[in-house]
């Protein structure tokens, strides 16, 4: 339902785009949402776009450098991540919610060397 891709290695200050790719129904009515764990640590909340609309909402500790957008014609989310720190080590998850639906998708590692 939603897989995500995109994660890698990269330098403290560099840029790496995420995307998760939705299929199998249309998220038209839900919440897109990023989440991430690093290790040893419990999953946080990084940011959300409501598919109608296009509103956002970010954690405090990516506000200002992540950005979430939604592509209508491919149906998917992007996450772009800007200016990143070592802190920003961690599986990053996309996650579609709707009432009490939630889809999860598979992580994909993002590795910030200093």
């Known amino acids: 339902q939603l897989q995500a891709s995109g994660g890698g290695l990269v330098q403290a200050g560099g840029s790496l785009r995420l995307s998760c790719a939705a299929s199998g129904r249309t998220f038209s009515s839900y919440v897109m949402a990023w989440f991430r764990q690093a290790p040893g640590k419990e999953r946080e909340f990084v940011g959300f776009?409501?598919?109608?609309?296009?509103?956002?909402n970010y954690a405090d500790s990516v506000k200002g450098r992540f950005t979430i957008s939604r592509d209508t014609a491919k149906n998917s989310v992007d996450l772009q991540m800007n200016s990143l720190k070592p802190e920003d080590t961690a599986v990053y998850y996309c996650?579609?919610?709707?009432?009490?639906?939630?889809?999860w998708g598979q992580g994909t590692l993002v590795t910030v060397s200093s």
């Open positions: 996650n579609a919610v709707l009432a009490l639906t939630q889809y």
């Open positions: 776009i409501k598919w109608s609309g296009g509103s956002t």
